[in-house]
């Protein structure tokens, strides 16, 4: 399965879900969390901090998400998560990345 760069309408697609999550990482600008102020790599690890550090209310306040978003977003991130191994991820971005 290609995994997709949905950053932007970026389209860049990828064979594993670690390529796509490095490049997101390294390719992208980073994101201001508009919960806590904090800045984090858009994507695959923008939403990981959000639904771990944060409340869905909290996260549908600051974004004005629909129900509809949060549910397409957790799935991403479950998906991610069951298919990437996170520590190749962390490994690649020299251990800076899979901070929430």
Known sequence: ???????????????????????????????????????????????????NEHSRAEYVRAYGASSEEVREREEIKDLVEDEADLQTVVERLGGEAVQS
């Open 1 to 51: 399965m290609p995994w997709e760069c949905g950053i932007d309408g970026c389209g860049e697609r990828f064979g594993t879900p670690e390529d796509l999550v490095v490049h997101q990482s390294s390719d992208h600008e980073r994101r201001e969390c508009k919960v806590c102020g904090v800045v984090v790599p858009d994507g695959y690890l923008a939403i990981r901090h959000a639904f």
